[in-house]
């Protein structure tokens, strides 16, 4: 069963940094694309960014740029570099990849989550 894990998340003050890591059991990320979500209470969850296999990336354009997304295929590992925090950053981020095992066959991975709370 694949498996991700995020790390990094806890409490920071406004404009402050994190950076959040998942980590994938196997080597499911380096076939796959990868995004980072987030979901504030009462809101929807909503893509931050992604990065495919060959290492493009994509992001929320609210974000401005503040929040690049990178990989390690070696450690299996993709990160999330969190600049200039504010509080409306403050939400549970998850770690999401799509295996895609046929033309219409896939499944879904999703990690616990990880919280990132935005003080200022």
């Known amino acids: 069963q694949v498996q991700l894990v995020e790390s990094g998340g806890g409490s920071v003050q406004a404009g402050g940094s994190l950076r959040l890591s998942c980590a994938a059991s196997?080597?499911?990320?380096?076939?796959?694309?990868v995004g980072w979500y987030r979901q504030a209470p009462g809101k929807q969850r909503e893509l931050v960014a992604g990065i495919t296999s060959g290492g493009s990336t994509n992001y929320a354009d609210s974000l401005e740029g503040r929040f690049p997304i990178s990989r390690d295929h070696a450690k299996n590992t993709v990160y999330l570099e969190m600049n200039s925090l504010k509080r409306e950053d403050t939400a549970i981020y998850y770690c999401?990849?799509?295996?895609?095992?046929?033309?219409?066959?896939?499944?879904?991975?999703w990690g616990q989550g990880t919280q990132v709370t935005v003080s200022s």
């Open positions: 999401y990849t799509k295996k895609v095992e046929g033309p219409t066959r896939w499944t879904d991975y």
């Open positions: 196997g080597t499911i990320f380096r076939f796959n694309a």
